[in-house]
C-alpha cells in the first residue's frame, strides 16, 4: 500500500545493468518543476524511462496523482502509450516534412487525451509560436523546434511533463531566448515537470524542488533552497555554489538605480527592477562567492547589504577555502570564503555573523 498524498508522484524503481544500479524512493510535489541534477552516468536518463514505461525497472511503483501506472507487486504495468505523459529530449525530433502545427497535430490524433483547439491555442500562445505554425522544422532555429516539441508534448495534455537536458543542444543565445518560456510553462501548468540538467543556471531559475542523484541513489530530494544550500550537496562544492531567495519587491530608487526587496532574513538593495511593480514576488540567486562575512556592522561600507546572520554549518570542499552555511531569519545562503579568513575571524558554528552581499551579484 502506498501512502502517496493524491496530487504527488511516487517514483520508487530497482533496476540493475552490468555495473549500475537505479534504487530511487522519490516522493515529488504534483506541480512545478523538479531538477534531477548529477554526474554523468549518475541514472538521470534512467530515471526518466523508468517513470515513462521505456525502462522497465526490476521492481517499481509510479503513482501519478492518484493513477497508480505501476506496481510489479500487483502485476500492473501500464505501457508507455497509455501513459498520459509529455516527453522532451534533448533535439526536438519533429518531422521534417510536417509544419510546425502538423507536427502537433500528429500526435493529437493519435492520443488517447488530447488537447482541443482552445486549449491547443493556450499552448501555442504560452510558448510564443504563432507566427511559426506554418513553418518546417527545416525554417526554424533550434530554440524554436524545441519550443514546437514542448508545444507538441503538452497538446497530449500530460499528467507529467518529462524533460531530458531540452537546452542541451543550444547554444547560449538561444538558451536565454527559450528560458523566459520555459519560467512561463512553470507558472502556467498544474503538472509536475521533471527536468533533468547538468546546469546550475538553469536549476536555480526554474526549479521548485532538486533532486540529487549520485550512482543510481537520491542523495538529497527537498525544496531547492534547502538542498541547494546543504553542504553535502555536490551543488554546495563548487565554484558554482548559490543560494536562491524568494523575495518581494520592496520600493525603487530610481535616482541611484536601486531598488529593495525584501525576505525574513532582511531588505536587499539590487540592480533597478524597471518593470517589476512593489509586491512583485522575484527569485535571487546569489553565488557564494559574492558573499562575505564580518563580526561587526560595519560602519562605513561600499556594500549597501549587511544582514545578521548565524553560522548553521562550516565545510571544507577544497583545501584553502570554507563554505559557510548561513541562517537569515530561517532562509539558508551559503558563503563561500577563504580558509584563512575563517581561521582569523575564529568562526564556528552557532556564532552571529554579518553576511555582506554584493548587490551587482544579484540576478
Ligand atoms: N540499456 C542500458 N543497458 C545497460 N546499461 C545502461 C543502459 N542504459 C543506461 N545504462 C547505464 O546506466 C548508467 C546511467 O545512465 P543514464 O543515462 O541514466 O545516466 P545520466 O545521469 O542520464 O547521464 P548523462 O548525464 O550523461 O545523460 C550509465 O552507467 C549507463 O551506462
Redesign the pocket.
Known sequence: MSNTPHDNLHARFQLA????Q?ETDLQLPGSGVTA?F????????????CIAGL?RPDSGFLQVRGQVWQDSAQGVFLPTHQRPLGYVFQEASLFPHLSARKNMDYGRKRAVQAANDAELAAIVDMLGIGHLLDKIPAQLSGGERQRVGIARALALKPQVLLM??PLAALDLKRKQEILPFLEHLHRELDIPILY?T?SPQEVTQLADHLVV?EA?RVVASGALAEVLTRLDSPMAQGKEASSVLQVKVWDHEPEFHLSHVGFAGGVISLPYQQATAVGTPLRLRIDARDVSLTLQQPAQTSILNVLPASITGMAQPVAGQVMVRLNLGGVPLLAHITQKSASVMGLRVGMAVFAQIKATAIV
Open positions: 545493468f552490468s555495473g549500475f537505479l534531477l548529477g554526474h554523468s552516468g549518475s541514472g538521470k536518463t534512467t530515471l526518466l524511462r525502462q531530458d537536458e533533468v547538468h542523484l543510481g
